[in-house]
């Protein structure tokens, strides 16, 4: 079945076509929220709460826009308000400072990783300390922004469309991204 | 393009989001300035460590996610289009007022449609409907059509009208339809909905049929969860416990399976050991298998069969 057969399939309740469009995008979806969040946790609740709306939802999907854009808007709004609540707790940062010096909880997250990729061993620890500062000092906006196009490769027209906003909003985030980004690497780089 | 313009677009250019017209002329400017050559090296490589920096979700991860969503969607029904929706859905403009505004918006052009309507209509036209005694169809199909002479046509129309029908619940004639609707391949929803009313009534021979046929057959989850709701109470009857065995078997929702264990264990038998010894061999849900060691644990049985 291709997409919108799966979708349609999934609309009348055929909970088979419902999985698989899951794993259509799933994968996508949790790397989204992990990076946004920097949390397995809050990710795998954003990964929940997604499909749990998709799910409940489906039968008004009316095939307006992709399914991809649909389930992208409401993916980001998802972790747009958990990045807000964040920032009202003030946990904005996963980076702690401790006796030892600065420590990350993602480290745990990345272990698994860092030995696949060469690239990823040479950066120093200093410099993905300040990349995750400084990601950390984004507003959700930029952050979603910047995390959708250079991570998930999306084209800003398709980033607008999925936060609710013009291309041109989507570029002007980016390029705050960019800058702020710049600024605060510029050491390093 | 001086410097400073370049500068800044240096970002969109390495995202390849500059226009082509702004791409050419900002290839020509780093081509011949050192200073802007400089920068987008250092660009470069900035991306290069934001790179390094994305996390990756594990496998783990990803399998972990997957199986909690199967366990929660088990619990959760999908919702359906209303009629509202269904209507909305036949327009395909989309306004987009506030929300309170929808209703008398839509009620008012309703009205200006029935007015224009009534107004535009001949009347010639309206009195050859009366004529042909067509009374007030919901929905109807032309099945056959067929010339007669001089330029008159004779059709056959299928016809459905809808009746409202009330009553009770154990009413039989209610009932009926009840059933009828409970296997209806259309409508899950309308399945999902007969079945819970009905799942109120097992005492019923009929009934329990039924239940035992959505449990076995329904292709929604949702229906066969509701189904087996209703036959709880017969959890010790010979005939529900082999069909109960076949679902915990066969059927691939974990939900249902989960429901259709507790069912089982209720009443403990030789036959329901063999039964679960089987279910641990092939299951692969991880909550199931656990319900399944404490069911076969409490009835004193190894968990692997020899």
């Given at each position: 079945?291709?997409?919108?057969?799966?979708?349609?399939?999934?609309?009348?309740g055929?909970?088979?076509?419902?999985?698989?469009?899951?794993?259509?995008y799933?994968?996508?979806?949790?790397?989204?929220?992990?990076n946004?969040?920097?949390?397995?946790?809050?990710?795998?609740?954003?990964y929940?709460?997604?499909?749990l709306?998709v799910?409940?939802?489906?039968?008004?999907?009316?095939?307006?826009?992709?399914?991809?854009?649909?389930?992208?808007?409401?993916?980001?709004?998802?972790?747009?308000?958990?990045?807000?609540?964040?920032?009202?707790?003030?946990?904005?940062?996963?980076?702690?400072?401790?006796?030892?010096?600065?420590?990350d909880?993602?480290?745990?997250?990345?272990?698994?990783?860092?030995?696949?990729?060469?690239?990823?061993?040479?950066?120093?620890r200093q410099?993905?300390?300040?990349?995750?500062?400084?990601l950390?000092?984004?507003?959700?906006?930029?952050?979603?922004v910047?995390?959708?196009?250079?991570?998930?490769?999306?084209?800003?027209?398709?980033?607008?469309?999925?936060?609710?906003?013009?291309?041109?909003?989507?570029?002007?985030?980016?390029?705050r991204a960019?800058?702020?980004?710049?600024?605060?690497?510029?050491?390093?780089? | 393009?001086?410097?400073?313009?370049?500068?800044?677009?240096?970002?969109?250019f390495?995202?390849?989001?500059?226009?082509?017209?702004?791409?050419?002329?900002?290839?020509?400017?780093?081509?011949?300035?050192?200073?802007?050559?400089?920068a987008?090296?250092?660009?470069?490589?900035?991306?290069?460590?934001?790179?390094?920096?994305?996390?990756?979700?594990?496998?783990?991860?990803?399998?972990?996610?997957?199986?909690?969503?199967?366990?929660?969607?088990?619990?959760?029904?999908?919702?359906?289009?209303?009629?509202?929706d269904?209507i909305?859905?036949?327009f395909?403009?989309?306004?987009?007022?506030?929300?309170?505004?929808?209703?008398?918006i839509?009620a008012v052009?309703?009205?200006?449609?029935?007015?224009?309507?009534?107004?535009?209509?001949?009347?010639?036209l309206?009195?050859?409907?009366?004529?042909?005694?067509?009374?007030?169809?919901?929905?109807?199909?032309?099945?056959?059509?067929?010339?007669?002479?001089?330029?008159?046509?004779?059709?056959?129309?299928?016809?459905?009208?809808?009746r409202?029908?009330?009553?009770?619940?154990?009413d039989?004639?209610?009932?009926?339809?009840?059933?009828?609707?409970?296997?209806?391949p259309?409508?899950?929803?309308?399945r999902?909905?007969?079945?819970?009313l009905?799942?109120?009534?097992?005492?019923?021979a009929?009934?329990?049929?039924?239940?035992l046929?959505?449990?076995?057959?329904?292709?929604?989850?949702?229906?066969?969860?509701?189904?087996?709701?209703g036959?709880?109470?017969?959890?010790?009857?010979?005939?529900t416990?082999?069909?109960?065995?076949?679902?915990?078997?066969?059927?691939?929702?974990?939900?249902?399976?989960?429901?259709?264990?507790?069912?089982?264990?209720?009443?403990?038998?030789?036959?329901?050991?063999?039964?679960?010894?089987?279910?641990m061999?092939?299951?692969?849900?991880?909550?199931?298998?656990?319900?399944?060691?404490?069911?076969?644990?409490?009835?004193?049985?190894?968990?692997e069969?020899?």
């Amino acid at each position: 079945m291709d997409e919108p057969e799966l979708i349609r399939a999934a609309q009348r309740g055929d909970q088979r076509a419902f999985e698989q469009l899951v794993r259509l995008y799933d994968q996508n979806v949790l790397r989204l929220a992990l990076n946004l969040l920097r949390s397995p946790e809050d990710a795998n609740d954003i990964y929940q709460e997604a499909f749990l709306r998709v799910y409940k939802n489906l039968h008004t999907f009316r095939f307006d826009c992709s399914f991809h854009t649909w389930l992208y808007r409401i993916v980001t709004n998802l972790c747009l308000d958990a990045l807000r609540k964040r920032r009202v707790r003030r946990e904005e940062n996963t980076v702690v400072e401790t006796s030892e010096g600065f420590l990350d909880r993602m480290d745990t997250v990345e272990e698994a990783r860092a030995h696949g990729d060469p690239q990823r061993q040479l950066l120093s620890r200093q410099l993905q300390v300040r990349i995750r500062q400084v990601l950390g000092e984004l507003t959700p906006r930029e952050r979603a922004v910047f995390e959708m196009r250079h991570y998930q490769g999306l084209r800003l027209r398709t980033i607008g469309d999925m936060l609710g906003t013009s291309e041109e909003a989507a570029k002007n985030c980016l390029f705050r991204a960019t800058q702020k980004m710049r600024a605060a690497l510029g050491d390093f780089v | 393009m001086k410097c400073e313009e370049v500068r800044t677009m240096l970002p969109l250019f390495l995202y390849g989001e500059l226009s082509f017209d702004d791409e050419e002329r900002l290839e020509v400017h780093v081509d011949e300035c050192a200073a802007c050559r400089d920068a987008l090296a250092r660009h470069k490589a900035m991306f290069t460590s934001l790179d390094a920096a994305e996390i990756l979700p594990t496998q783990d991860q990803l399998d972990d996610c997957r199986t909690e969503l199967r366990q929660r969607l088990a619990h959760v029904q999908p919702e359906h289009a209303s009629f509202w929706d269904k209507i909305r859905e036949g327009f395909s403009v989309h306004f987009h007022f506030a929300p309170g505004l929808m209703q008398p918006i839509g009620a008012v052009a309703m009205l200006v449609l029935g007015f224009v309507a009534a107004r535009m209509t001949p009347g010639s036209l309206l009195g050859s409907f009366h004529a042909a005694s067509v009374a007030e169809p919901v929905t109807s199909r032309v099945r056959y059509v067929e010339p007669v002479s001089q330029g008159r046509v004779q059709i056959v129309v299928d016809e459905t009208r809808q009746r409202v029908l009330s009553g009770s619940v154990d009413d039989q004639s209610i009932q009926r339809l009840l059933l009828t609707a409970a296997k209806d391949p259309s409508d899950a929803g309308l399945r999902v909905e007969s079945v819970d009313l009905l799942k109120n009534q097992p005492q019923s021979a009929e009934v329990r049929r039924a239940l035992l046929y959505a449990v076995q057959h329904d292709a929604n989850a949702g229906v066969r969860l509701k189904a087996l709701d209703g036959l709880k109470d017969f959890a010790d009857d010979p005939e529900t416990r082999q069909v109960l065995t076949q679902v915990l078997l066969k059927d691939n929702n974990p939900g249902v399976r989960t429901q259709v264990i507790d069912l089982l264990i209720q009443h403990h038998s030789n036959a329901m050991v063999s039964v679960l010894q089987e279910l641990m061999m092939k299951e692969d849900n991880d909550y199931i298998r656990m319900r399944c060691q404490k069911a076969l644990h409490e009835m004193n049985a190894s968990v692997e069969s020899y």
